[in-house]
Nanobody
């Protein structure tokens, strides 16, 4: 069973930064497309950023220029560097792994990010 474990969430003031990590196991990480998603209270889960197996990133307009997604295939880990955080970034952030073979998306358990003064 695929395992994805997120870490790095917490409470930060507006304008601050956080770095989320997602460690994957029991998959051939290098061939998976990886992504970060978030879900705020009362809202649907939304895409934040994705990165292909080849390292090409994609960002939602709401985070473009503030967030950076990256991956380290040697460590089976995907990262989300979040700068200039805003209160509207408050959400549970989930890591997703897309299998290129089965088209199945696996999810982590999520990590809470709260941006508040």
């Amino acid at each position: 069973q695929v395992q994805l474990v997120e870490s790095g969430g917490g409470l930060v003031q507006p304008g601050g930064s956080l770095r989320l990590s997602c460690a994957a196991s029991r998959i051939i990480f290098s061939i998976y497309h990886m992504g970060w998603y978030r879900q705020a209270p009362g809202k649907q889960r939304e895409l934040v950023a994705t990165i292909t197996s080849g390292g090409s990133p994609y960002y939602a307009d709401s985070v473009k220029g503030r967030f950076t997604i990256s991956r380290d295939n040697a460590k089976n880990t995907v990262y989300l560097q979040m700068n200039s955080l805003k209160p509207k970034d408050t959400a549970v952030y989930y890591c997703g792994a897309d299998s290129p073979i089965t088209a199945t998306r696996h999810w982590g358990q999520g990590t809470q990010v709260t941006v508040s003064s």
